[in-house]
């Protein structure tokens, strides 16, 4: 199957701190990449839908000024989650679609302390 | 409103034996459906995926069935291995943005 990269796979910030995370597929072109937000033992939240070239769709309830994504290529989309407070600690994963078919990243663990 | 209901919540196998895990859609216009399988601080992975005109879909132990009536579809797991235990998702898509719809997952555990 296609290969999407994530980046980091954990981070570690201080609270009020801004953190980026990369999403990148790796052998196929994404139109459209999604970021989603996982609980412990939970399902898949999904944040926001991004698109090459234009402005994300975020899901209801998610603020785009804290969590800013841009879809500057094809190949690679990132998340900023800005001032960053403990409640923001949690396990972030990206996908890219290809076709019918959506292919994750890694996933990156996030802690605010 | 959850559009993919998923069941069990949680299952134990025992090596050598089927484990099956089954979910139900709501939206008929849905016409694309993943399995997911994800391991503990892991992104979920493509294991197997299909399309309403299909029954039945298998690849190696992994087997998809599917009611199209019935609005139903459930994986397989033949011989199930302990590397098997992980959380398994199904998901439910359509055409257009294909931006899949999760059940809540089921956590499968194969004792040696």
């Known amino acids: 199957g296609a290969v999407v990269s994530q980046h980091p796979s954990w981070v570690i910030c201080k609270s009020g701190t801004s953190v980026k995370i990369e999403c990148r597929s790796l052998?196929?072109?994404?139109?459209?990449m999604f970021w989603y937000r996982q609980f412990p033992k939970q399902s898949l939240m999904l944040m926001a839908t991004?698109?090459?070239?234009?402005?994300?769709?975020?899901e209801q309830g998610v603020e785009k000024d804290k969590f800013l994504i841009n879809h500057a290529s094809l190949t690679l989309s990132t998340l900023t989650v800005t001032s960053a407070h403990p409640e923001d600690s949690s396990f972030y994963i990206c996908?890219?679609?290809?076709?019918?078919?959506?292919?994750f990243g890694q996933g990156t663990r996030l802690t605010v302390v | 409103q959850q559009q993919v209901k998923q069941s069990p919540q949680s299952l134990i196998v025992q090596k050598g034996g089927i484990s099956i895990i089954n979910c139900a859609y709501e939206?008929?216009?849905?016409?694309?459906f993943p399995w997911y399988q994800q391991f503990p601080g892991k992104g979920p992975a493509l294991l197997i995926a299909i399309r309403p005109d299909v029954s039945e879909k298998k690849e190696g132990r992994f087997t998809i069935s599917f009611n199209k009536s019935a609005k139903q579809f459930s994986l397989h797991i033949m011989d199930s291995q302990p590397g098997d235990s992980a959380t398994y998702f199904c998901?439910?898509?359509?055409?257009?943005?294909?931006?899949?719809?999760f059940g809540r997952g089921t956590s499968l555990i194969v004792h040696p």
């Open positions: 996908s890219a679609r290809q076709g019918a078919a959506t292919f």
């Open positions: 998901a439910a898509s359509m055409g257009g943005s294909y931006i899949p719809t």
């Open positions: 991004s698109n090459e070239g234009s402005k994300a769709t975020y």
């Open positions: 052998d196929f072109q994404a139109t459209t």
């Open positions: 939206n008929t216009a849905f016409d694309y």
